[in-house]
């Protein structure tokens, strides 16, 4: 029985009220307001007036109050089920966010002091028939931080050292300080008669031609007074397909294996299929009567995370069910700063944006939370990886305290249950850049104080896993891995955080030694990750701007212009200069808001791409991607690629081509060869041709050439190598686009200039455009070169079939839009520019002459 719903909630001054009080069933609360559950109280608050939208302007400064208060919900049930001698009853929490205290019928049955986990109470006996209330109280976080230390090292929100909650609450380089209090996930009561299951694990344990080998293991807890010898019974299913399978039991725990004749594996989407079977575990009392059930998808997959090469070479690449993989994808925020009241819907249009951008794999980064079920559900279906972090984050956390620590074994216990059965699930990770950050923070002096939380990484948390999921690779932090003495930042083994570009840090660095920043116009340029050499970068990009209307819907009028105070307390980051000196270097500072959205875009997609292409030429030395970061939670300017109105930006549909499964990239750089290399990341060989153009801006053909290559399954291939004389034949560089299109279709067309955008002169174009409505479709056209080609949606969750393109002199391009919410698409308000346009086009007015 699901307690969602309508509940009460009010604020009150700390203490002013006696908690049993407010607790009592006799208890008023006729002129509470009416609250959502699963929710949170700054979406209730918003939603009632109450406060303005903490997302305009500075709004966010004015919530600072809701911190400072005791927040009380109230509900009531109804029970007209009798409970038995052999019943029980389980009120369960999925979320309490954060220290709460639970009262049923006036009695307090308990206190949680963690957000990421669910809780569970026995209330067999404080149930009433009929009538029973709820209350629910959460403290203002200030009330737990008086006589707890907080002197030492923890970026963001000093509380967080101390409080088991969604990191970026308290602030984030992306993110505003909004700290959420409330219910913020599902509230269940669950009747059990005799004893239930509670820890399900299943796992392939082995994949042969022709049979699969699956494991599952049940444990459960019977009522003290029941003495019955239980049974586990297990179910496979594919379709029609069933087997079945009675496990062995040993007191409260039994063990299975099932032989799965021709299975059909689990694959990530841009490999195969994702086939889901569906597991079914019952639990049954000697008279044969179910008791309890366990259900869930299941995908038959072998996940390994490969160290070292054939050649003896170090590696870390994934490895699913034989095939090596390159890994493509983006690190993964909370989707909203109000994760309660987010909708499950977000999720599913997040992922699948990620999947139709080629990702196939998300990381969960360690400052939000254990995401929901909802997500790894998706992740399941749409055939993507998760790299797990767990929810640690640039601080340090007191493993000094036992009462702390006691908190955090709960929590890792039940996210391993809750999380490993996921298909998804391919690594679980210590923590993020705790590690590296504490040796940088320590040898400058700026922590002074041991690493307190190492235990939690190094000890506990594989000691854990060593019992409860043995089999998943555990890496204790991101990034991770060093060759002696360097820092764990080191490329030469485990996984990197490429922040040399954008943040300017200077590496290699040996454990140690000084922390050195090069905030210049080379030291944060994305040229250097051409001296990236990883083995696997789990974390590098750029921030771009959101869309026009994001940011308009939530800057004061009279406040969207670049550089207003208004769009630079948008950029949550330290040091906006490094933004600037990027652009700087690639299209040259903007002057006006348009030139900063447009120039901060182009940098962050032909600076990804740059990267990602690099990357991919180095497979398998390099074996993985993740761009930082995917998504936003606030409508910011951050280095997302689609932002807090699921309106993508440049660089997502960049992705679309930098991470297609086969590609044909150009090593180039001003001044040097151009070097051809064919990707193959797809397990067929491909047969193709590449028809490699220069043409000129007015579309002369200056140079062409087609080149035939036969690429084996899961391979690079280098093709040819030019010089920039052999290709322009007397035309300057600066003149020239270099194109790569495929004769049979099996690559995305790749195009390349040879010389930074700032250093080129595009001529002056004139856009030419038609709309389909019945299509939701728009043409375009260009009489000459014309240069990121933007159609501007004034509309939320729009998504083209491409944008921020180029079109080639005469080139035509229809391009299809799709509402991520199936609302009207308003054709007639999109503005179509380019940066080298003489005008900006309405949709509406102009039709492509024929
Ligand atoms: C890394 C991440 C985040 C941060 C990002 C950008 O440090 O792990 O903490 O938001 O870089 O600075």
């Not at 300017?504 to 920043?517: A, D, L, S, Y």
């Not at 307390?569 to 906006?576: C, E, G, I, T």
């Amino acid at each position: 029985m699901k307690l969602t719903g309508e509940w009460k909630l009010k604020w009150f001054e700390p203490g002013s009220v006696p908690s049993l009080e407010v607790a009592a069933p006799s208890y008023i609360d006729h002129f509470w307001m009416e609250a959502s559950v699963p929710g949170d109280v700054h979406s209730e608050l918003l939603e009632k007036k109450l406060i303005e939208d903490p997302f305009v302007g500075h709004n966010d400064l004015a919530c600072g109050w809701m911190e400072e208060k005791e927040w009380w919900y109230r509900t009531t049930f109804l029970w007209e089920d009798e409970c038995l001698e052999e019943d029980y009853l389980h009120l369960i929490f999925e979320g309490l966010d954060t220290y709460a205290t639970i009262y049923l019928n006036g009695k307090e049955i308990g206190s949680t002091e963690n957000m990421l986990v669910e809780h569970t109470f026995e209330i067999t006996r404080q149930v009433q028939r009929g009538k029973n209330v709820i209350a629910v109280k959460f403290d203002p976080i200030s009330l737990h931080m008086k006589n707890k230390e907080q002197d030492y090292w923890c970026s963001y929100g000093k509380e967080r050292i101390w409080t088991r909650k969604a990191a970026m609450n308290f602030g984030w380089d992306w993110g505003p300080r909004l700290v959420t209090a409330g219910i913020w996930k599902d509230v269940s009561l669950k009747k059990y008669k005799k004893a239930h299951l509670e820890g399900i694990h299943a796992k392939t344990v082995k994949i042969e031609e022709d049979q699969a080998v699956i494991e599952v293991e049940a444990s459960f807890k019977q009522l003290f007074k029941n003495k019955e010898t239980l049974s586990l019974s297990v179910e496979l299913r594919s379709g029609t397909e069933v087997i079945t399978s009675d496990a062995d039991v040993l007191r409260a725990y039994g063990r299975t294996t099932i032989e799965v004749p021709r299975p059909k594996l689990w694959w990530t989407h841009d490999l195969g299929e994702p086939h889901l079977y569906q597991l079914k575990v019952e639990l049954k009392g000697e008279d044969g009567l179910v008791l309890d059930v366990h259900e869930q998808s299941f995908g038959i997959r072998q996940i390994q995370v490969e160290q070292t090469h054939e050649n003896g070479e170090n590696l870390f690449a994934f490895n699913l069910n034989g095939v090596r993989l390159f890994v493509k994808g983006a690190n993964w925020i909370p989707v909203h700063s109000f994760i309660g009241s987010a909708e499950n819907s977000r999720y599913t249009k997040l992922l699948e944006l990620a999947q139709d951008a080629h990702m196939n794999m998300m990381r969960v980064w360690g400052g939000g939370i254990y995401e929901k079920d909802i997500f790894y559900r998706e992740c399941d279906r749409l055939g993507l990886l998760v790299w797990q972090d767990f929810m640690f984050a640039n601080a340090l956390y007191p493993d000094y305290n036992r009462n702390f620590m006691l908190n955090v074994k709960d929590e890792i216990t039940k996210v391993i249950k809750r999380l490993r059965n996921y298909s998804c699930l391919a690594i679980w990770c210590g923590n993020n850049e705790i590690d590296w950050i504490y040796d940088r923070k320590h040898s400058d002096g700026e922590i002074t104080t041991p690493f307190y939380g190492e235990s939690i990484y190094h000890e506990v948390i594989p000691e854990l896993l060593a019992e409860l999921d043995p089999d998943r690779l555990y890496w204790p932090s991101s990034p991770f891995g060093s060759s002696g003495d360097s820092d764990d930042d080191d490329e030469t083994v485990g996984d990197r955080h490429n922040w040399v570009v954008w943040h300017g840090n200077v590496e290699p660095r040996k454990k140690g030694e000084p922390v050195i920043q090069d905030i210049s116009l080379e030291g944060v340029s994305f040229k250097q990750y051409k001296k990236d050499f990883t083995l696997f970068s789990s974390e590098f990009g750029m921030h771009a701007s959101s869309n026009a209307y994001t940011l308009s819907n939530y800057i004061p009028e009279g406040e969207f212009y670049w550089k207003s105070a208004e769009m630079s307390y948008r950029n949550k980051d330290h040091f906006h200069e490094k933004g600037i000196l990027l652009m700087e270097g690639f299209t040259g500072v903007p002057g006006t808001i348009e030139e900063y959205m447009n120039y901060s875009m182009l940098t962050q997609a032909e600076g990804l791409k740059y990267g990602i292409e690099h990357y991919r030429r180095r497979k398998p030395y390099t074996s993985g991607a993740l761009i930082w970061q995917l998504n936003d939670c606030w409508p910011g300017t951050s280095w997302s690629m689609v932002d807090y109105e699921l309106l993508p930006k440049a660089s997502y549909y960049y992705a679309k081509r930098f991470f297609a499964p086969v590609l044909v990239t150009v090593n180039h750089d001003p001044g040097s060869d151009l070097e051809l290399t064919v990707i193959n990341d797809s397990l067929q060989p491909v047969n193709d041709s590449v028809t490699m153009e220069v043409l000129d801006f007015n579309g002369k053909t200056v140079f062409s050439k087609d080149l035939d290559f036969e690429a084996a399954g899961n391979s690079v291939l280098s093709l040819a190598q030019f010089t920039e004389r052999e290709i322009l034949k007397g035309e300057k560089p600066e003149n020239v686009i270099v194109c790569l299109s495929s004769i049979n279709g099996t690559f995305p067309e790749n195009r390349y200039y040879l010389r930074d955008f700032k250093d080129i002169t595009y001529p002056e174009t004139h856009l030419e455009m038609a709309q389909s409505k019945e299509e939701n479709a728009i043409t375009v056209r260009a009489d000459k070169l014309a240069r990121f080609v933007k159609i501007d949606i004034p509309q939320e969750e729009v998504v083209c079939s491409d944008n921020f393109f180029d079109l080639l002199p005469g080139e035509e391009k229809t391009v299809h839009i799709q509402s991520l919410n199936n609302s009207e698409v308003r054709l007639e308000s999109f503005k179509i520019s380019a940066i080298n346009a003489a005008s900006v086009k309405q949709a509406e007015t102009q039709a492509i002459p024929r």
